[in-house]
């Protein structure tokens, strides 16, 4: 339970602060005007509603963006209850103006249930996560949502854990002293615990409900294609991801725009002349390194697959491994999606006031816990989501958004534009879930590349792009149809 509960005439929600409603709508009316997807598919889909019925539960950054995204899913039909998939990652502004909505007022509030806030503890991410799962039917009954959009997959996983500690009849204890088990998975147990406490099938009851469930991000989508492979996904999933106009844009040159921002809103530091160390060189890497380099950065990149390695080193970059180099950089970025890459030796090891952040979906890629145990370290706050960690010899390093998402923990994430395309890909994917759910298994799938290109073509033409257009004899010679797709599956872009 939050302190930062309301209900007001049946609408329940905890945000900072709904006094934030008024500018958190004119950035959102700035915003959807930058958002040319979303607000095509409003227009094409305003007469028939297709979401009506939808109960989305949604676990994405509570950003302005998104903000537009959850105003779209209501305009289709749906009702939606939302939350942040990071602890610092809310905008206050926004979440403000999703709450009290368009025609609300902060004592009247008419808009949307959300929970969050930046800078939530751990328990209170986890008590909002599971709030997703209480939605009203039309007599007051609770019930749950048939959609999920998660980014992430921590929705996703609080209905899987919950099945299965449901099923084996008991939810697992572990030793306090046990430092192997990271202290959110203790808080995870910890929530299942109360919530079968309360209902011992509750989550079965939900999970049978769920349609479907649309995932955002690489990491989130790792994790649904491990629960397919075991034959334990509970719903039929579609990866949003995997869409090109998501990954291949958002991750990339989303990342580019943001990194950068994060930097310089934490730290200010000049980023020319200095060494920066990327570790991972796939969509989010190629982003960042192309930003450090773009401001003057001498960009060093770790990889551990040849392929990616080649291609930095083709666009210029040096690869090396991080025990090599890590004495000389000036600022280390982690986007692997993978744990355990700064380990707390290489951070005894970096140079003094040398700055470290991670753009990958966890914070598990930076050794935070171990940091913290180090003998005599000394964490000095500088200001919000930037720590100063003094080691006992009198160097230290700068952490940025305690080794969480620095992008959206130290600025405002990624710009509307490019969220444009991967939110219209959500909106697409849960039109399909919801109304084609009984076509598919559960198994993952992702979007047609038609819907792909119809997509990108918005966005293309809202930059004043010209397309060329096929002659049928083009077509028929290059073996495509002159509307398209024009590529195979297996294209890479
Ligand atoms: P990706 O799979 O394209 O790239 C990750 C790269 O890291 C791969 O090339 C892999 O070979 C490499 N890698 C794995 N382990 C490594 C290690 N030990 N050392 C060096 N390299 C290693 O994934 P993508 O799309 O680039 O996403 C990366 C992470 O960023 C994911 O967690 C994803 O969810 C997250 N993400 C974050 C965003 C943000 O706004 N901050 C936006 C989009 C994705």
């Given at each position: 339970m939050s302190d930062k509960l309301q209900t007001i005439d049946g609408l329940d929600f905890a945000v900072a602060d709904l006094g934030l409603h008024e500018f958190g709508r004119k950035e959102i009316r700035l915003a959807e005007n930058e958002m040319p997807g979303l607000m095509e598919l409003r227009r094409e889909y305003a007469e028939a509603k297709p979401l009506h019925g939808a109960r989305v539960a949604g676990s994405l950054h509570m950003t302005v963006q998104t903000a537009v995204l959850i105003e779209t899913l209501v305009s289709l039909g749906a009702e939606v209850r939302w939350v942040s998939c990071n602890i610092f990652s809310t905008q206050d502004h926004a979440a403000a103006a999703i709450v009290v909505g368009p025609h609300g007022t902060p004592e009247a509030p008419?808009?949307?249930?959300?929970?969050?806030?930046?800078?939530?503890?751990?328990?209170?991410?986890?008590?909002?996560?599971?709030?997703?799962?209480?939605?009203?039917?039309?007599?007051?009954?609770?019930?749950?949502?048939?959609?999920?959009?998660?980014?992430?997959?921590?929705?996703?996983?609080?209905?899987?854990?919950?099945?299965?500690?449901?099923?084996?009849?008991?939810?697992?204890?572990?030793?306090?002293?046990?430092?192997?088990?990271?202290?959110?998975?203790?808080?995870?147990?910890?929530?299942?615990?109360?919530?079968?406490?309360?209902?011992?099938?509750?989550?079965?009851?939900?999970?049978?409900?769920?349609?479907?469930?649309?995932?955002?991000?690489?990491?989130?989508?790792?994790?649904?294609?491990?629960?397919?492979?075991?034959?334990?996904?509970?719903?039929?999933?579609?990866?949003?991801?995997?869409?090109?106009?998501?990954?291949?844009?958002?991750?990339?040159?989303?990342?580019?725009?943001?990194?950068?921002?994060?930097?310089?809103?934490?730290?200010?530091?000049?980023?020319?002349?200095?060494?920066?160390?990327?570790?991972?060189?796939?969509?989010?890497?190629?982003?960042?390194?192309?930003?450090?380099?773009?401001?003057?950065?001498?960009?060093?990149?770790?990889?551990?697959?040849?392929?990616?390695?080649?291609?930095?080193?083709?666009?210029?970059?040096?690869?090396?491994?991080?025990?090599?180099?890590?004495?000389?950089?000036?600022?280390?970025?982690?986007?692997?999606?993978?744990?355990?890459?700064?380990?707390?030796?290489?951070?005894?090891?970096?140079?003094?006031?040398?700055?470290?952040?991670?753009?990958?979906?966890?914070?598990?890629?930076?050794?935070?816990?171990?940091?913290?145990?180090?003998?005599?370290?000394?964490?000095?706050?500088?200001?919000?989501?930037?720590?100063?960690?003094?080691?006992?010899?009198?160097?230290?390093?700068?952490v940025l958004s305690e080794g969480r998402l620095m992008n959206l923990g130290n600025a405002t994430g990624h710009p509307s534009f490019v969220m444009s395309n991967s939110f219209s890909n959500q909106v697409i994917a849960q039109i399909e879930l919801f109304t084609k759910h009984e076509e598919y298994n559960n198994d993952v799938y992702r979007l047609p590349k038609i819907l792909d290109e119809k997509v990108a073509k918005i966005h293309v033409l809202a930059l004043g792009g010209e397309l060329t257009k096929l002659s049928k004899d083009q077509a028929e010679y290059i073996g495509v149809d002159v509307e398209g797709p024009f590529k195979p599956e297996h294209y890479r872009y």
């Amino acid at each position: 339970m939050s302190d930062k509960l309301q209900t007001i005439d049946g609408l329940d929600f905890a945000v900072a602060d709904l006094g934030l409603h008024e500018f958190g709508r004119k950035e959102i009316r700035l915003a959807e005007n930058e958002m040319p997807g979303l607000m095509e598919l409003r227009r094409e889909y305003a007469e028939a509603k297709p979401l009506h019925g939808a109960r989305v539960a949604g676990s994405l950054h509570m950003t302005v963006q998104t903000a537009v995204l959850i105003e779209t899913l209501v305009s289709l039909g749906a009702e939606v209850r939302w939350v942040s998939c990071n602890i610092f990652s809310t905008q206050d502004h926004a979440a403000a103006a999703i709450v009290v909505g368009p025609h609300g007022t902060p004592e009247a509030p008419k808009g949307v249930p959300v929970f969050a806030w930046k800078g939530e503890t751990l328990d209170e991410y986890w008590w909002a996560t599971e709030q997703l799962f209480h939605f009203t039917d039309a007599e007051g009954h609770l019930v749950g949502p048939n959609m999920i959009l998660d980014d992430g997959g921590d929705a996703t996983l609080l209905v899987h854990k919950g099945v299965e500690f449901e099923k084996a009849g008991v939810v697992p204890t572990v030793d306090e002293d046990d430092l192997t088990v990271a202290h959110e998975y203790r808080i995870i147990l910890e929530t299942l615990r109360r919530s079968l406490a309360a209902d011992p099938q509750k989550w079965t009851t939900v999970a049978s409900d769920i349609r479907g469930v649309t995932e955002e991000t690489t990491t989130g989508v790792h994790r649904l294609y491990q629960l397919a492979e075991q034959g334990q996904l509970l719903f039929p999933a579609i990866n949003v991801n995997d869409s090109v106009t998501k990954s291949k844009f958002d991750n990339k040159y989303g990342i580019r725009h943001s990194l950068i921002d994060g930097i310089n809103r934490g730290t200010d530091v000049l980023i020319g002349g200095k060494v920066a160390v990327v570790a991972g060189y796939g969509d989010v890497g190629k982003g960042s390194a192309e930003a450090l380099a773009g401001q003057g950065a001498r960009v060093i990149v770790s990889e551990v697959d040849p392929i990616c390695a080649l291609q930095a080193l083709l666009e210029g970059y040096q690869v090396a491994r991080l025990e090599d180099v890590i004495e000389k950089a000036d600022i280390v970025i982690t986007t692997t999606g993978n744990k355990d890459i700064i380990t707390v030796d290489l951070m005894k090891k970096m140079k003094h006031q040398a700055i470290l952040g991670n753009v990958g979906h966890f914070d598990n890629e930076i050794d935070m816990a171990g940091l913290g145990r180090v003998e005599g370290v000394i964490r000095t706050n500088i200001k919000p989501q930037v720590d100063e960690w003094v080691f006992p010899d009198g160097h230290s390093i700068i952490v940025l958004s305690e080794g969480r998402l620095m992008n959206l923990g130290n600025a405002t994430g990624h710009p509307s534009f490019v969220m444009s395309n991967s939110f219209s890909n959500q909106v697409i994917a849960q039109i399909e879930l919801f109304t084609k759910h009984e076509e598919y298994n559960n198994d993952v799938y992702r979007l047609p590349k038609i819907l792909d290109e119809k997509v990108a073509k918005i966005h293309v033409l809202a930059l004043g792009g010209e397309l060329t257009k096929l002659s049928k004899d083009q077509a028929e010679y290059i073996g495509v149809d002159v509307e398209g797709p024009f590529k195979p599956e297996h294209y890479r872009y």
